[in-house]
């Protein structure tokens, strides 16, 4: 790079872009520069003093803004500041999704019709999952008709048929199936008369709730 | 100029070691002021303490060396001298003078402080009558330490036009120094 010679006046000695450099880059002491230098010197080493107290007094306010934003103890700092809130924020969120998650699996649980009988009865009232399935249990061949809790109960190869869409009888309605009487009928109301098939309106199939009964096929 | 000692201050300042910030803040403040005494002259204190609220936030995020420290910190300087002059031109403000003797502020020990900061003073004042690049290239080579590449950085500059106005204002420096007698 060149070196142009500056001169501001006749009486002040040139300067060359070298001392210019030394003088910015703080290497040319007022002592060892030129006597035409030698103001320029002054001026730039005094920009450079150390500093007075009025430069250092605000120095409490700077440490109280550096608490307050950012330091805490060291043995605390485990993760940078940023990136607690984001941690905390995804609790609930993944609450809220394991949440969901479990509440479709239940939903499609119910609408397959494997959960337990309660489970299904309620889902089913509660949201419209098919009621739980109806079986005919067998029942003893030795109980005899009219016998204190046998009343009404179907007999050994007889089905008690349900409508299609009516696998629970609704509550208060003749013929309710209270849990853990799948399939019987209420004393008084003769129930369905033996080696007879209760009959199913057109449309109502409703084979898959045949149990077979030893001893029928 | 911290020295060697830099990384390992820089790295206790930003796992919340205050003494370290301290440090930084010693070193850097002071230079800190003078640049804006010049780039912010309404208001330098207050620019400064801004500043400080911005390298807090930023300090756990920043990596590099000193100069690099440096250079952060009077980037940051200089954004917030323009806001402070954009903000003054929208908003004027009534000059001190124009206010009543018993409502001026007042230094505990101002006379004092003068005396400590009369050669420093000076030579900021002569440099403040320089064009605008001028003095502020100047003032962050000497003040902040920068080669020309950084302060080319920081003003949006080329390396090439930052030299010379560093070189054009330190000849007119020299003019003015010698016009207006001032001893250093």
Same mark, same amino acid.
């Given at each position: 790079?060149?070196?142009?010679?500056?001169?501001?006046?006749?009486?002040?000695?040139? @300067?060359?872009?070298?001392?210019?450099?030394?003088?910015? @880059?703080?290497?040319?002491?007022?002592?060892?520069?030129?006597?035409?230098?030698?103001?320029?010197?002054?001026?730039?080493? %005094?920009?450079?003093?150390?500093?007075?107290?009025?430069?250092?007094?605000?120095?409490?306010?700077?440490?109280?803004?550096?608490?307050?934003?950012?330091?805490?103890?060291?043995?605390?700092?485990?993760?940078?500041?940023?990136?607690?809130?984001?941690?905390?924020?995804?609790?609930?969120?993944?609450?809220?999704?394991?949440?969901?998650?479990?509440?479709?699996?239940?939903?499609? %649980?119910?609408?397959?019709?494997?959960?337990?009988?309660?489970?299904?009865?309620?889902?089913?009232?509660?949201?419209?999952?098919?009621?739980?399935?109806?079986?005919?249990?067998?029942?003893?061949?030795?109980?005899?008709?009219?016998?204190?809790?046998?009343?009404?109960?179907?007999?050994?190869?007889?089905?008690?048929?349900?409508?299609?869409?009516?696998?629970?009888?609704?509550?208060?309605? %003749?013929?309710?199936?209270?849990?853990?009487?799948?399939?019987?009928?209420?004393?008084?109301?003769?129930?369905?008369?033996?080696?007879?098939?209760?009959?199913?309106?057109?449309?109502?199939? %409703?084979?898959?709730?045949?149990?077979?009964?030893?001893?029928?096929? | 100029?911290?020295?060697?000692?830099?990384?390992?201050?820089?790295?206790?300042?930003?796992?919340?070691?205050?003494?370290?910030? $301290?440090?930084?803040?010693?070193?850097?403040?002071?230079?800190?002021? #003078?640049?804006? #005494?010049?780039?912010?002259?309404?208001?330098?204190?207050?620019?400064?303490?801004?500043?400080?609220?911005?390298?807090?936030?930023?300090?756990?995020?920043?990596?590099?060396?000193?100069?690099?420290?440096?250079?952060?910190?009077?980037?940051?300087?200089?954004?917030?001298?323009?806001?402070?002059?954009?903000?003054?031109? #929208?908003?004027?403000?009534?000059?001190?003078?124009?206010?009543?003797?018993?409502?001026?502020?007042?230094?505990?020990?101002?006379?004092?402080?003068?005396?400590?900061?009369?050669?420093?003073?000076?030579?900021? $004042?002569?440099? $403040?009558?320089?064009?605008?690049?001028?003095?502020?290239?100047?003032?962050?080579?000497?003040?902040?330490?920068?080669?020309?590449?950084?302060?080319?950085?920081?003003?949006? #500059?080329?390396?090439?036009?930052?030299?010379?106005?560093?070189?054009?204002?330190?000849?007119?420096? $020299?003019?003015?120094?010698? =016009? =207006?007698?001032?001893?250093?």
């Amino acid at each position: 790079m060149p070196d142009f010679l500056w001169t501001a006046r006749g009486d002040i000695p040139p @300067a060359g872009d070298a001392a210019f450099e030394a003088l910015l @880059a703080g290497k040319l002491p007022p002592e060892d520069a030129a006597d035409g230098l030698r103001p320029l010197a002054d001026a730039i080493a %005094a920009l450079t003093m150390p500093p007075v107290p009025s430069e250092i007094v605000a120095e409490p306010g700077a440490r109280e803004a550096y608490r307050a934003n950012f330091a805490r103890p060291a043995d605390t700092l485990v993760l940078p500041r940023h990136r607690r809130p984001a941690l905390a924020s995804l609790i609930p969120v993944r609450l809220a999704a394991a949440c969901l998650v479990l509440l479709g699996l239940l939903a499609a %649980a119910a609408y397959s019709g494997v959960l337990p009988a309660p489970a299904q009865r309620f889902a089913h009232d509660a949201f419209g999952a098919p009621a739980p399935r109806v079986t005919t249990h067998s029942v003893p061949a030795a109980s005899p008709p009219g016998l204190p809790g046998t009343a009404g109960k179907t007999p050994p190869g007889q089905v008690k048929k349900t409508p299609p869409g009516h696998r629970g009888t609704p509550p208060g309605q %003749a013929g309710q199936t209270p849990p853990g009487q799948a399939g019987q009928t209420p004393p008084g109301h003769g129930g369905t008369p033996p080696g007879q098939i209760k009959k199913t309106p057109p449309g109502h199939s %409703a084979s898959h709730h045949k149990t077979p009964t030893p001893g029928t096929g | 100029m911290i020295g060697d000692e830099f990384p390992a201050i820089l790295a206790a300042a930003q796992v919340g070691r205050e003494d370290a910030f $301290a440090a930084l803040w010693r070193d850097g403040n002071p230079a800190l002021l #003078r640049y804006l #005494r010049v780039a912010a002259p309404e208001a330098p204190e207050d620019v400064a303490s801004e500043i400080w609220v911005q390298v807090v936030r930023g300090l756990a995020g920043f990596q590099g060396t000193e100069p690099d420290w440096r250079a952060w910190l009077f980037t940051i300087a200089r954004r917030r001298a323009l806001d402070e002059r954009r903000r003054r031109s #929208r908003h004027p403000v009534a000059p001190l003078t124009d206010l009543p003797g018993r409502l001026e502020p007042r230094s505990q020990d101002a006379a004092g402080q003068a005396m400590e900061n009369l050669a420093t003073a000076a030579a900021l $004042a002569a440099v $403040a009558q320089l064009p605008s690049l001028q003095g502020e290239v100047i003032l962050l080579r000497v003040l902040a330490g920068l080669d020309t590449d950084a302060v080319a950085r920081i003003v949006g #500059r080329s390396p090439g036009a930052v030299r010379v106005a560093a070189h054009r204002g330190l000849r007119r420096l $020299a003019q003015i120094l010698d =016009t =207006t007698g001032v001893t250093l």
